[in-house]
């Protein structure tokens, strides 16, 4: 009996000696430099700049006009949006040219707006009035597209 669980030990601890290599950490290669070169470093912080700079769209009603500040807003479910526009930004009504004179209160909106840091949003586009026939068009085009890449297989389809 002293013989059987001395044997029944030394296999176990034999086993367990054989496998512990196998389980055990890999050794990580020491690096050429202990600083991180300021190139690794500077492409994360591009990265995250290059998505805040991308323009943010926005659709609604025009709730209010304040032609001195050059602002209108936006009331949505959770909060209302104050857009701010600049001379940069290109207004648009029913395809053709305008100006901050024709963004009026209860108006059909649209466009794009950069979230600035300080938290302001200033206007890239501002399309006024409902979709033009072309933007209807493609408005329809977008989401029958949608719609198809969404719907279920059928139940008689093989897979």
Not at 53 to 68: C, E, L, Q, T, Y
Request: glycine share 4%; net charge positive; proline share 6%.
């Amino acid at each position: 009996m002293k013989t059987k669980s001395s044997l029944v030990i030394g296999t176990c601890i034999a086993t367990i000696a054989l496998c512990a290599p196998l389980s055990a950490p890999a050794k990580t290669k020491a690096t050429a430099s202990p600083a991180p070169s300021a190139a690794a470093s500077a492409a994360p912080i591009e990265k995250s700049a290059a998505k805040t700079n991308r323009a943010i769209p926005f659709h609604g009603k025009i709730a209010a006009v304040d032609a001195s500040a050059k602002t209108f807003s936006i009331a949505g479910k959770e909060k209302t949006r104050v857009i701010k526009i600049t001379d940069q930004t290109k207004i648009t009504k029913q395809g053709a040219e305008a100006t901050m004179q024709d963004v009026v209160a209860e108006e059909e909106v649209r466009g794009s707006y950069w979230k600035k840091e300080d938290g302001s949003l200033e206007a890239k586009t501002v399309k006024l009035g409902p979709l033009t026939a072309e933007e209807m068009a493609k408005h329809e085009a977008h989401m029958k597209k949608k719609s198809e890449a969404t719907a279920e297989p059928s139940p008689t389809a093989k897979p």
